[in-house]
């Protein structure tokens, strides 16, 4: 009787469990990693133009206690309590509700006193000088001291109805934080400028 050779058993998960392994793998990079966000609006001009793609990092939320900080620019869904922070659709005679991810940046954190005066925005008692925005003005507002785990967030076009932000919805929770982007990957691909507010 001719003898025979087993492969071991390594070769033979590897030979079979390989696409398994690159799939949990590959869903682990996009839930904790990174991933693609496009822009969708004019909120955040003139920053991020509608149509803009950027990488999107998720890491800082698990790995940089200090995240998010000012002048972050941060993926995020709204409030759950917000009316706001739901888009309604329909397909087929099928209704339903979701919590689109929108993107602004952080003007405030947790412990910060935020408000608008004379149609600027002040933190801790100092105007913020914002070179990032469009022209626009913003009707006052607060002051309001943020709670731990919350940030104030607004979009960079401050033109009356641009941006839904925090001044509609409130402060939004950490824990709703997706990410930060910081590189924009279409059409050219750039560094995003993130001018920490002091």
């Known amino acids: 009787m001719p003898a025979t050779v087993s492969p071991p058993r390594l070769h033979q998960f590897w030979a079979v469990g390989w696409p398994y392994l690159l799939t949990a793998l590959l869903g682990l990079v996009l839930a904790y990693g990174v991933s693609l966000a496009r822009v969708s609006g004019d909120s955040m001009r ?8 950027l990488l999107l990092q998720k890491y800082p939320r698990w790995l940089d206690p200090d ?5 972050d620019l941060v993926v995020f869904r709204g ?4 009316p706001y922070s739901y888009a309604d659709h329909q397909w087929l005679g099928l209704e339903w509700r979701t919590r689109p991810a929108h993107i602004k940046r952080v003007l405030a954190t947790a412990g910060d006193r935020v408000e608008a005066r004379k149609g600027g925005v002040v933190v801790n008692g100092q105007a913020l000088a914002e070179s990032y925005t469009l022209p626009g003005y ?6 309001l001291t943020l709670d731990a785990g919350e940030v104030w967030v607004m979009g960079d076009n401050r033109l009356v109805g641009s941006s ?11 824990q709703d934080v997706v990410g930060q982007a910081k590189m ?11 001018t920490a507010t002091k």
């Open 164 to 174: 839904l932000d925090s001044r509609t919805y409130g402060p939004i929770r950490v």
């Open 184 to 194: 924009r990957l279409w059409p050219t691909p750039r560094a995003l400028a993130l």
């Open 79 to 82: 409030p759950p309590g917000s």
């Open 138 to 143: 913003v009707d006052d507002f607060g002051p």
């Open 46 to 53: 003139p920053t991020l133009q509608s149509g803009n793609l």
């Open 67 to 71: 995240f998010p900080q000012r002048g």
